[in-house]
């Protein structure tokens, strides 16, 4: 049974910082597609970084690029999305998602349809 854990978030004032984790159990995901998507009231989902750990290939949406980093420990079997100079417009339900083949990493924007597994979020607010 794969299941994916997300924690991290919290209530942070604009500018500050967050280590969002992704905890995986049921499978090992030393070479797979993993991604972090989030979605506000309202608003559709939206793909804001992913790592594929087949390749040297990471993703950043345009909103967050220079701002996010994605990562992974393989020894730990977790995916990390460290959040920087956080804005209002971050805030948002953050999930993860994973696959064991490279397929959803390989689309110009990540679906999270296209994921197998994904988690149940850990809530982003900044104020």
């Known amino acids: 049974h794969v299941q994916l854990v997300e924690s991290g978030g919290g209530s942070v004032q604009t500018g500050g910082s967050l280590r969002l984790s992704c905890a995986a159990s049921g499978y090992h995901h030393s070479t797979n597609c993993m991604a972090w998507f989030r979605q506000a009231p309202g608003k559709e989902r939206e793909g804001v970084a992913a790592?594929?750990?087949?390749?040297?290939?990471?993703y950043y949406a345009d909103s967050v690029e220079g701002r996010f980093t994605i990562s992974q420990d393989n020894a730990k079997n977790t995916m990390y999305l460290q959040v920087n100079s956080l804005k209002p417009e971050d805030t948002a339900m953050y999930y993860c998602?994973?696959?064991?083949?490279?397929?959803?990493?390989?689309?110009?924007?990540?679906?999270?349809?296209?994921?197998?597994?994904r988690g149940q979020g850990t809530q982003v607010t900044v104020s």
């Open positions: 790592i594929y750990t087949g390749g040297d290939y990471t």
């Open positions: 998602a994973a696959d064991q083949s490279p397929g959803p990493c390989l689309v110009a924007t990540p679906r999270p349809e296209l994921f197998s597994y």
